[in-house]
């Protein structure tokens, strides 16, 4: 069981990334996927989660509106589309398998299987 994460970078204030996210072994349309973020010296905290099989979404108040999270089902890839970057977005990214019948999306501990994580650097 594995994720494997790409499409971290640098990138100025006000430009965009996409995230990817593939999953081995497991469908991921039949979990709840979900990016965090991490930063220097921070907590690891949740950045948007999509809900297994459906297209219900969640976001972090800090990235909603500039942030989207979808599926590819035939690829069993997530993606995590970053738009108008903040410098405050830098941070190492995760994308992360949620535990069946969880109850809170932004608890890192309701997550079972982790990828290596992706640098996202946001400077001019």
């Known amino acids: 069981v594995q994720l494997v994460e790409s499409g971290g970078g640098l990138v100025q204030p006000g430009g965009s990334l996409r995230l990817s996210c593939v999953a081995s072994?497991?469908?991921?349309?039949?979990?709840?996927m979900a990016w965090f973020r991490q930063a220097p010296g921070k907590e690891r905290e949740g950045v948007s989660m999509i809900i297994r099989r459906t297209i219900t979404r969640n976001y972090a108040d800090s990235v909603n509106g500039r942030f989207t999270i979808r599926r590819d089902v035939r690829k069993n890839l997530v993606y995590l589309q970053m738009n108008d970057l903040k410098p405050e977005d830098t941070a190492v990214y995760y994308c992360a398998r949620r535990r069946p019948l969880s109850s809170n999306w932004a608890d890192r501990s309701e997550y079972d299987v982790w990828g290596q994580g992706t640098q996202v650097t946001v400077s001019s």
């Open positions: 072994v497991f469908i991921s349309n039949d979990y709840d």
